[in-house]
Nanobody
Framework: QVQLVESGGGLVQAGGSLRLSCAASGRTVTSYSMGWFRQAPGKEREFVAGISYNGGSTDYADSVKGRFTISRDNAKNTVYLQMNRLKPEDTAVYYC?????????????????????WGQGTQVTVSS
């Protein structure tokens, strides 16, 4: 079993920055691809960013490209999401997910259905 705990959310003004962290425990996630998703009220959970288990590949939703950066520190069993130039439409609960690396060391998974473990989420609110 893998437990994921997100942190770093909060209230920020438009144009500001936040850095989310996702700490894994229970087992190492070095062979798991990782992803960040978000869900706004009344909307479905959507892919934000993903990173392969060797860290060599990343992917982003078009809405966050150029503003968000996903990274991982396998020594710390932690994944990060640096969010810059935040917009009110980025307001959502952000979830971290872990996928069993089925797509190989460079695989990045954008479908939430393929993820095996989820954290409880952290709220991000961007005021205008």
């Amino acid at each position: 079993q893998v437990q994921l705990v997100e942190s770093g959310g909060g209230l920020v003004q438009a144009g500001g920055s936040l850095r989310l962290s996702c700490a894994a425990s229970g087992r190492t996630v070095t062979s798991y691809s990782m992803g960040w998703f978000r869900q706004a009220p009344g909307k479905e959970r959507e892919f934000v960013a993903g990173i392969s288990y060797n860290g060599g590949s990343t992917d982003y939703a078009d809405s966050v490209k150029g503003r968000f950066t996903i990274s991982r520190d396998n020594a710390k069993n932690t994944v990060y999401l640096q969010m810059n130039r935040l917009k009110p439409e980025d307001t959502a609960v952000y979830y971290c997910g872990a996928e069993l690396g089925r797509h190989g060391p460079l695989g990045v998974v954008a479908s939430s259905r393929e993820y095996d473990y989820w954290g409880q989420g952290t709220q991000v609110t961007v005021s205008s």
